[in-house]
């Protein structure tokens, strides 16, 4: 199990592969990557903020939960902070599992608790100003679900 939170730019392909090639005894690996999404050409740059340590223990803590719950081989989060541009990288998720069920459902887990409660905060910055961004109902609802 693997977690980084970073400033620096990664290679979601280079990463995928490489935690496949670790991965033992797993039928099945499911990975995501999230993009910084420019809602209709507004955004200029994301800023996200995290205190170091506090954000790992979370992570970590969820990363443990998944990995009894779902049964998993392995897990892979990585997320960044520091200033984003619209389509960068901004996370990703893999889980490998003996099924592959088992592996998405990890996946998305994973996904809905680092959108809804993963210490991290995250300031859109546009030609208009900048604003923090809040809780969306939908994925407070997505998390409601595990």
């Known amino acids: 199990m693997r977690l980084s939170v970073q400033e620096t730019a990664f290679d979601p392909g280079a990463e995928a592969n490489a935690f496949t090639a670790a991965v033992q005894g797993a039928g099945a690996v499911v990975t995501f990557a ?3 999404r ?3 050409g507004a955004l200029a740059a994301m800023e996200i ?3 170091p340590g506090m954000t790992e223990k979370a992570i970590m803590a969820m990363m443990d939960q998944a990995m009894d719950r779902f049964r998993l ?3 892979l989060v990585i997320h960044r902070h520091g200033r984003l541009a619209p389509g960068e ?3 990703m998720v893999a889980t490998a599992s003996a099924h592959r069920a ?3 459902a ?3 887990f994973l996904m809905d608790y680092l959108k809804s409660r993963a210490p991290f905060w995250k300031k859109e910055i546009g030609a208009d100003g900048a604003a923090w961004v ?3 109902d939908e994925d407070e609802t997505a998390l409601k679900r595990w």
Request: hydrophobic share 50%; net charge negative; aromatic share 8%.
């Open 34 to 36: 999230g993009l910084v």
């Open 38 to 40: 420019d809602n209709g």
């Open 49 to 51: 903020e995290h205190y």
């Open 73 to 75: 081989a392995d897990a």
């Open 89 to 91: 990288v901004i996370m």
């Open 102 to 104: 088992d592996a998405f």
């Open 106 to 108: 990890a996946a998305e």
């Open 134 to 136: 809040t809780a969306k």
